[in-house]
C-alpha cells in the first residue's frame, strides 16, 4: 500500500513565524503536491513537483515555499505565517505519465493532514 | 478555466436509501475523472478513476459511471459506515507529467439508521 505521511497532525504556530510542514511518500513517486483545504473553497494547489529539486507554482503560492531535496520528500514552507494560512494542508504523490505511457493516468494518494493554527 | 462542481453540497440518507451524488465538469480535454471519499480529520481516500463516456467502476455498494459532462456516484443501500464526504477530481490533457488534479468541493454524506 501507498504510504504519505506528513510529519504534524496538529500545529500552532504564531503570526510571523517561519513554518515547516514535512510530507514523504514511500512508493518511489516523481510527482508531489501541496494543497490546501478550506471549507467551501475545496482543496487548492498550492505547489508541485515532478522531480527532485523542480517546483512548480500551484493555483494559490503566495506566501508559501517549497524544498525537494530527496525524491520521497517535501517541504512546503510558510514564511512568515499569517492568520489567513490556518487550515488544513494535505500532501499527495502520484507516478509520472513518462513513466506511465501517455494516457495513461494513476491517482494521487494522500496522507492525513497536518491542521495548522495561526495564532 | 477548468471547472468542477458537485451537488448536492450535504445529503442526509436513511440506512438502504439509494442515492446518486453528481460531478459536472468543464475542461478542455479530459485525461482522467477521479473519485475519493474523505472521512472527518483524514486524507482523501481513492476510490475510482473513469477514463471515457460509458465507463463504469463498482466497489461494494458504489459505482461511478461517467458522460461527456458529468460524473454520478450511485449508492445502493447505503450503510452508516459510508458517511463520509466524496471529492471528484478532473485531470486534463496538458498537465504535462505532474497529473495535477482539480477538485470539486465535495458532497458530504450522511447516513443514519
Known amino acids: 500500500d501507498v504510504k504519505v505521511t506528513q510529519s504534524s497532525r496538529y500545529l500552532v504556530k504564531r503570526t510571523g513565524e517561519k513554518v515547516f510542514l514535512e510530507c514523504v511518500q514511500d512508493?518511489?513517486?516523481?510527482?508531489m503536491f501541496w494543497y490546501r483545504q478550506d471549507p467551501g473553497l475545496g482543496l487548492r494547489l498550492i505547489y508541485f513537483?515532478?522531480?527532485?529539486?523542480?517546483?512548480e507554482k500551484g493555483d494559490i503560492p503566495e506566501g508559501y515555499s517549497v524544498s525537494r531535496e530527496k525524491k520521497e520528500r517535501f517541504s512546503l514552507i510558510l514564511e512568515s505565517a499569517s492568520t489567513n494560512q490556518t487550515s488544513m494542508y494535505l500532501c499527495?504523490?502520484?507516478?509520472?505519465?513518462?513513466?506511465?505511457?501517455?494516457?495513461?493516468?494513476?491517482?494521487?494518494?494522500f496522507g492525513d493532514g497536518t491542521r495548522l493554527s495561526i495564532l | 478555466e477548468d471547472q468542477v462542481t458537485q451537488s448536492p453540497e450535504a445529503l442526509r440518507l436513511q440506512e438502504g436509501e439509494s442515492s446518486s451524488l453528481n460531478c459536472s465538469y468543464t475542461?478542455?480535454?479530459?485525461?482522467?475523472l477521479f473519485w475519493y471519499r474523505q472521512d472527518p480529520g483524514k486524507g482523501p481516500e481513492f476510490l475510482f478513476t473513469?477514463?471515457?463516456a460509458g465507463e463504469e467502476k463498482e466497489k461494494e455498494r458504489l459505482k461511478a459511471t461517467l458522460t461527456k459532462k458529468e460524473s454520478f456516484l450511485h449508492i445502493t443501500a447505503p450503510k452508516p459506515e459510508d458517511s463520509a464526504t466524496y471529492l471528484c477530481?478532473?485531470?486534463?490533457?496538458?498537465?504535462?507529467?505532474?497529473?495535477?488534479?482539480?477538485f470539486g468541493t465535495g458532497t458530504r454524506l450522511q447516513v443514519t439508521l
Open positions: 499527495a504523490s502520484s507516478f509520472s505519465t513518462v513513466r506511465l505511457g501517455q494516457g495513461i493516468t494513476q491517482p494521487q494518494h
Open positions: 512508493m518511489d513517486h516523481e510527482n
Open positions: 513537483s515532478y522531480d527532485v529539486k523542480m517546483k
Open positions: 475542461v478542455s480535454g479530459l485525461r482522467g
Open positions: 473513469l477514463y471515457s
Open positions: 477530481a478532473v485531470q486534463v490533457v496538458d498537465t504535462g507529467t505532474a497529473s495535477k488534479l482539480t
